[in-house]
């Protein structure tokens, strides 16, 4: 395999300020799920060589980079994010072969790729956690790892009263090789997701090594899943409550947005500036407020980290400006790009969320009015598109895409469907192959059907049912990532002026432009601040007045 470090690059400089400025600071970056995007080989799972062969649509629709979520070789108890050898393509997606070429291709078209990286826990699979069990208690592998004794009389309780995050403890026990009951394992997640101790140096030397690997192999940066989760508290102690998913979000944990993070990506950064081209790190950090978010992206830390408040705010002009400036706030002063972003491969896709009433969280079970749904994300979608900062485009949102809401449960696959009270099972309604064709067994997704079933009707939200289409979702979304592109006033930036406007309606100043929304269920009518550039539904004006329809952003040049 040769190294190809000629990615696409703007290099990176100081600006007139002397703020750090790159690429990631004003992209627009896809998420690819490999297993729903295309399939190339027509067993019914997406693989690297159907999203290789769909990357002229990526460069097409107008985005600057794209993250691929898992791909290595995994027993896919958790879709890939169970990682059993972390330089190995699983099968089911293709081999490295496939993956040089897929990086190979899309630098040739001037996109970037992130890979996902998984480094809070690995598969139970994984070699050193098999010899861990296989050479029993003793084995120095089980330093890698947290084993621990139990609790009571003989063991039987787990050694503290943390739970899993998919549901039940988070611990569970092992068989000594003779058969006896053994020590107990960590696993924040399910429990073939063992969670490794990074208190070990070997667990840190492997993945600097990892880094090094995949920087070799010429990707671009990476997603950093469960960046919050690689640290715990010293001595594992008991948090005293159950019902612990309530508390998340809310507060720094005993296993969560520990402090002691920082250290690891300090030491990541400085591999990753020593390959050119700007490679760049991704923090998945659920934290409890914005500025704790900001430490991950310290000048020393990562680039980028997601802004999960923004996901989590409701259709709602009040609640949308405080978490804007909010977000806004935080990042400043560590001189890091604000993200944006509105569904991902874990969450209800926000054309669904947005078509139920507010506060339901961002995992729904119901579709909703779908009208008032997708009149809502495209408008949502143009007013991230228009904040300064970086965004990230979840695939099939493009198409206006709502969560598959109806998949009968035999049909099922998130490992936390099958847990008692954990995580919301339900993330495969978001998960469900994108169509790209009117017709077909898959819409297009490959000549051997879909591993979840798509709905009747897909076809007619497809790539070939909406290009070309005036007013289509697509090409609301190639026009508005077109012209942020062209426009000098969108992209990077760390402000926004507002302005003045009625209760329910945004309106915010950039340079050379205005953003107007309407959050509301009315038309409501304001002066013309400007020329229209774009817009998410027609709006008219009238001499020196506009009407904004309900649900509505638009876009104007001044």
């Not at 009433?357 to 991230?384: F, H, K, N, V, Y």
């Not at 192959?433 to 709905?455: C, D, K, M, N, V």
């Not at 209760?503 to 002066?527: D, W």
Request: charged share 20%; glycine share 10%; net charge negative.
């Amino acid at each position: 395999m040769t190294q190809h470090l000629a990615a696409p690059s703007t290099g990176t400089s100081d600006d007139a300020a002397g703020h750090r400025t790159g690429w990631w600071q004003d992209a627009v970056i896809y998420q690819v799920y490999p297993r729903s995007f295309a399939d190339g080989n027509g067993d019914g799972m997406g693989d690297l060589a159907g999203v290789r062969g769909r990357l002229p649509y990526l460069r097409e629709l107008g985005v600057d980079a794209v993250w691929l979520s898992p791909f290595y070789a995994s027993p896919q108890a958790d879709a890939g994010y169970d990682v059993a050898d972390y330089r190995a393509i699983d099968p089911m997606f293709g081999s490295l072969l496939d993956a040089d070429a897929l990086i190979r291709d899309a630098h040739d078209l001037g996109l970037r790729i992130i890979v996902d990286l998984v480094p809070n826990h690995s598969s139970d699979q994984h070699e050193w956690f098999k010899r861990a069990l296989t050479e029993g208690p003793g084995s120095a592998l089980r330093d890698r790892y947290h084993f621990r004794p139990g609790k009571g009389a003989d063991g039987e309780l787990p050694p503290n009263d943390w739970e899993s995050i998919f549901g039940g403890p988070a611990w569970t026990r092992t068989a000594n090789p003779d058969g006896t009951p053994g020590d107990w394992y960590l696993h924040l997640f399910a429990p073939e997701q063992p969670d490794f101790n990074w208190e070990h140096p070997a667990v840190a030397d492997e993945f600097r090594s990892i880094l090094r690997f995949w920087l070799d192999m010429g990707v671009d940066g990476f997603r950093v899943d469960v960046a919050h989760g690689l640290v715990k508290a010293e001595g594992l102690p008991d948090l005293g409550t159950h019902d612990q998913l309530k508390l998340l979000g809310n507060d720094v944990m005993p296993f969560f947005d520990q402090d002691g993070v920082h250290e690891i990506y300090r030491s990541w950064r400085t591999i990753l500036d020593e390959y050119p081209g700007d490679r760049i790190a991704v923090a998945e950090a659920w934290t409890p407020t914005v500025e704790r978010t900001a430490n991950y992206v310290r000048p020393d830390e990562m680039h980028q980290a997601f802004n999960f408040q923004y996901l989590a705010t409701a259709w709602d002009a009040a609640a949308l400006r405080e978490v804007i400036d909010t977000s806004l706030d935080a990042m400043r002063p560590v001189g890091a790009p604000t993200t944006w972003v509105l569904s991902n491969h874990d969450v209800t896709r926000h054309a669904t969320r947005f078509a139920n009433p507010a506060g339901l969280g961002t995992q729904i079970r119901t579709p909703g009015d779908r009208e008032l749904g997708l009149r809502r994300a495209r408008a949502a979608s143009l007013l991230m598109l228009a904040l300064p900062g970086s965004a990230y485009v979840y695939q099939g949102e493009e198409l206006g895409l709502p969560d598959v809401t109806d998949l009968p449960d035999e049909a099922r696959q998130d490992p936390s469907f099958f847990r008692a009270d954990g995580q919301d099972g339900f993330r495969d309604g978001c998960r469900v192959p994108i169509p790209w064709t009117r017709e077909g067994s898959s819409y297009g997704f490959g000549a051997g059907g879909s591993w979840l079933p798509q709905p009747t009707g897909w076809g007619e939200l497809s790539v070939e049912a909406q290009t070309g289409a005036a007013g289509s979702t697509l090409e609301l979304y190639r026009a508005a990532i077109a012209a942020r592109r062209a426009h000098p006033g969108l992209g990077a930036g760390a402000e926004v002026r507002w302005l003045d406007a009625p209760e329910g309606l945004l309106a915010f100043a950039r340079p050379g432009f205005v953003c107007t929304v309407n959050t509301t269920g009315a038309p409501v009518r304001i002066p013309v601040p400007g020329t229209a550039l774009l817009s998410s539904a027609p709006a008219e004006a009238d001499g020196e007045t506009v009407e904004l329809p309900a649900d509505t952003t638009v876009w104007w040049t001044v």
